[in-house]
C-alpha cells in the first residue's frame, strides 16, 4: 500500500523560503514520478511541479516557475519542494502524490492517484 506523509509546512512571511518534504513508502519510490499539488481556502487543487523518474526531469506550473524547486532522494524515498520568494498568494494545504503507473515523465500533473494528507504552508505579507 503506497503511503505518502508531507511535513515542512508552517507560517513563514512574504520572501521567506520554505521546504517541504514528502516521504514515500508501500513501493519502489525510484521508479516513480512524484509531484506536488495545493489547495487554497475555496479554490480547486491545483498542480505546483512534478519531478519524473529520472531526476532530470521536472515541470512547473507557470506560478512557482523560477521559485519553486522540486528534488529527489531515492536512496531516502523522499521528494522535495524547496519554495523560495514566498507570496501571501502561495498560502495553501501542500499535497504530495505519486502516479499508479512506473517510469513516467514529469507531465504537470496528469495521472496522479495516490495523495498524502497534506501540510500548511501560510505567508503573511
Known amino acids: 500500500q503506497v503511503q505518502l506523509v508531507e511535513s515542512g509546512g508552517g507560517l513563514v512571511q512574504a520572501g521567506d523560503s520554505l521546504r517541504l518534504s514528502c516521504a514515500a513508502s508501500?513501493?519502489?519510490?525510484?521508479?516513480?514520478?512524484m509531484g506536488w499539488f495545493r489547495q487554497a481556502p475555496g479554490k480547486e487543487r491545483e498542480f505546483v511541479a512534478d519531478?519524473?523518474?529520472?531526476?532530470?526531469?521536472?515541470y512547473y506550473a507557470d506560478s512557482v516557475k523560477g521559485r519553486f524547486i522540486i528534488s529527489r532522494d531515492n536512496a531516502k524515498n523522499t521528494v522535495y519542494l524547496q519554495m523560495n520568494s514566498l507570496k501571501p498568494e502561495d498560502t495553501a494545504v501542500y499535497y504530495c502524490?505519486?502516479?499508479?503507473?512506473?517510469?513516467?515523465?514529469?507531465?504537470?500533473?496528469?495521472?496522479?492517484?495516490?495523495w498524502g494528507q497534506g501540510t500548511q504552508v501560510t505567508v503573511s505579507s
Open positions: 519531478i519524473g523518474w529520472r531526476e532530470d526531469n521536472t
Open positions: 508501500g513501493r519502489p519510490f525510484w521508479t516513480y514520478a
Open positions: 502524490a505519486a502516479p499508479d503507473k512506473r517510469f513516467t515523465i514529469a507531465n504537470g500533473g496528469n495521472d496522479y492517484v495516490y
